[in-house]
């Protein structure tokens, strides 16, 4: 493997060190829509209309996906362990996390997903270490009488679901209480740094209208170029061989 990053000087600054990549997960981070491919084997097409209420912006995408997931009656087990077997790395994706960490920079995986599922995929991948911030699927109520032996009960438990948002996204209008990933963003820009966000989706929107550069596809794509925000084709390899415009 190669790339065009210049090696780090011996003294001074680190040639990525003001550089963060803000990466979504599902369908930008994976090859494929997972959660979506999930859904349909395992509620069928009923996942759909919520989708097309956010398209129509009568929904938000928080809320969307929480009532998606509140759909499934399957068992968590089988329902992690499918979204995790669903994924694949988008081509180039581990070169360019490589790349950015060997070059000083950050990145940041922030997903409505579950931490669970997308710990599972970077492990059985072997791509390099991020920060992430995702969601926890979170289970019924449990019984009085089993909650403690199942330890960390909610955490443990079966349907009906539902999803638990970072407590670091941030309120916004537009996303929801407590669904924004924009506010993940501010808190970790510094000043100086160049910003470039990686996503496919509605809830990439707002930290994509922050950003120095958007690596964009499907409906974030569209949303961009209806917003004259800054943005190129979602492509890692190609995010890669750009680096060096960002390399100080
Ligand atoms: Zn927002």
Redesign the pocket.
Known sequence: MSHRVPPAAPQGSPPLGRFLAFLDYDGTATTRECNEVVLQTLVGDTWRPFEDEVRAGRMGHAECFDRQIGLVTAPRAELLGAMAACAAPAPGLGEFLAAVHAGGGRTVVVSAGFREVIGAVWLRHGLPAVELVASELVGREPDSDCGDRMGGPQRNAGPPYRVAYSPRL?D?????PG?????VLRALRRAGDTVWVFGDGA?D???AREADLVFARGHLAELCAAEGLPWRPLDFVAALANLDEVAA
């Open positions: 941030g916004c209008p537009r996303c929801g669904s924004c990933k924009a506010a809830s929107l707002c930290p």
